[in-house]
């Protein structure tokens, strides 16, 4: 485990070595815009569109990069996670395309859709009660009692360098940028995301976006330390998360600029907007960032402006729902 002061010093350089390892595994996806969404906000948007990214989110970056640097002892032991499910599915998916066992825990309440796909790729689900249990005690136990190796979904610098690899490929199509929305739940993302746009474009401002129901992040970024909640009540299952991971804080400590949040009635209008306007199917998690600039939560009028799409892994009935 690396100590707070080598935390604070996860480099771009690491970022740039993620992706040559997950190049040509992982998917380049496409950057989309959209006129209306432009003419809505005055600004010129850029989504970064990881609902496209194999196992549906941006998650299989980070993964996919974590274990490519198992030893081969680790390989023969496996990896065991703990996730609500894109971390899961992208463990699980990555494992079996390095041919290693996966073992990963899950909330009984997670999506039937991600359950199924991380069964589906050759994975062990093992479910626990996110409400009365703690994942990370479950996690550390397991591990112990297997020997297998332990990659939290987001507090690991290999997980974190994979996930900056989506906004170096958005900045390397779209050039410089005058702010970056990054949904936020563990600070995976927003942490990998920093580094690159503060590398690539400076001067960007680096926005994470949370959840009314779960603005830990904000609470932590405001007071500088981490701050734990309950479980948040919120439609953005991704982030349904206690706190930042350590690794993730003192990145987005150093690095960001302002964390906002949005409601779920806010998240639900930018998954019709996805929809109707843009013809994709996109999960509430992964709205987050859209929802800021649509509403107008941060200011973007005149300005060139990013927006990571973290996935898609919705299932259709819930998807109806939430949009009838």
């Known amino acids: 485990m690396l100590n707070m002061i080598d935390m ?3 480099q771009f350089s690491e970022v740039v070595q993620a992706a040559a390892r997950i190049k040509g595994v992982a998917h380049r996806t496409p950057v989309l815009t959209s006129r209306t969404a432009d003419r ?4 010129q948007l850029f989504f970064k569109c990881e609902n496209f990214q194999r196992s549906g989110a941006f998650k299989f970056r980070g993964a996919y990069n974590a274990l490519s640097k198992f030893t081969d002892a680790q390989r023969r032991a496996g990896v065991l996670t703990y996730s609500s499910g894109n971390h899961a599915q992208a463990i699980a998916l990555s494992a079996s395309l390095l041919g290693m066992a996966a073992a990963i825990i899950m909330p009984h309440d997670a999506p039937a859709l991600k359950v199924a796909a991380t069964k589906g790729y050759g994975a062990e689900v093992i479910v626990y009660d996110r409400y009365t249990e703690n994942r990370e005690e479950i996690g ?9 190796t332990l990659i939290p979904p987001y507090d690991h610098p290999d997980v974190i360098c994979g996930q900056g690899t989506a906004v170096m490929e958005l900045i390397d199509e779209v050039g410089q ?3 970056l929305l990054v949904c936020l739940g563990g600070g995976g993302l927003l942490a990998g995301s920093a580094l690159a746009a503060a590398a690539l474009s400076p001067g960007c401002r680096i926005i994470g976006v949370e959840p009314e129901a779960g603005n830990d992040g904000q609470q932590s ?16 299952d991704g982030a349904m998360v206690t706190h930042l991971g350590a690794h993730n804080f003192a990145v987005i ?25 843009m013809k994709m199917m996109v999960e ?12 107008g939560v941060v200011p973007v009028e005149g300005k060139r402006v990013g927006i990571v799409v973290s996935g898609g892994n919705v299932d259709l009935a819930r998807f109806a729902r939430l949009v009838a």
Do not use: K, W, Y
Not at 140 to 148: D, T
Not at 284 to 295: D, E, F, I, K, V
């Open 140 to 148: 550390r136990r397991l591990a112990q009692q297997r020997g297998m």
């Open 8 to 10: 604070a010093q996860l």
């Open 177 to 179: 940028l005058d702010a």
């Open 253 to 277: 400590e150093r690095a960001v600029d302002d964390i906002v949040t949005v409601s779920d009635a806010q998240l639900v209008a930018a998954m019709q907007f996805f929809a109707e306007r």
């Open 40 to 43: 809505l906000t005055g600004a």
């Open 221 to 236: 970024l405001r007071s500088g330390a981490v701050v734990h909640i309950a479980v948040p009540d919120t439609i953005a």
């Open 284 to 295: 509430p998690t992964g709205c987050l960032g859209a929802a800021a600039a649509l509403n």
